[in-house]
């Protein structure tokens, strides 16, 4: 499962969608594919709309995530779009109902694409509100029977503290899931997602989607990024 943040759309912008720099993410996600590795993909939205900074400022927190969600689904067709254009073949499947523009999720017929060696955007998150894309990434890496999920942002791993602001912050190339689960200055990744790794023994790995072959790196098993196991 490769969990893609709203960063991995921005490329020099500030907020929106960049098509080349979308480009560039469906050329190394068909890379990787035709070395025979079967991805899904679940999109973030944060490029475009953030549920809970909308609320922070006085929105419904549930209209905001609905709005969120809505941000994920544009991600979702934008990166479609580009993985056709380059002659793959790939399904948008959404948790909320857009007939006419992505398919409904439905575990069986995600899992027939995927047999089928297409690749699957999951979009909408969860579908519910107060569900983080992170925890939408997680569920469906369980329902899809993943080996592990791969969340690609624009930060390099996990660190001992903010890197921004304390220059002394060393980063972890390797933690436990439930000491991750425990560490309160873990943020790169929902801590209720990461328990549900816990849970049931799927690996985490954070990487910098931003930086050209860091995911094909990562499928090579090559030091990026953090590994929380």
Known sequence: MLKLSGEAFLGTRQAGIDPERTRQVAQEVLAVHALGVDIAVTVGGGNIFRGTSAAEHGMDRATGDDLGMLATVMNALALHNAIEKLGGHAHVLSAIHLEHIAEPYARRQALKYLKEKHLVIFAAGTGNPFFTTDMAAVLRAL?????????????????????????????????KLLEAVENPN??????SALALCADHALPVVIFDITKPGELDAVVHGMPVGTTIH
């Open 143 to 175: 329902e899809m029977n993943c080996d592990v999920v791969l969340k690609g942002s624009n930060v390099n791993g996990v660190y001992t503290k903010d890197p921004r602001e304390y220059p002394d912050a060393k980063k972890r190339t390797s933690l």
């Open 186 to 191: 873990i943020t790169i990744f929902d801590n």
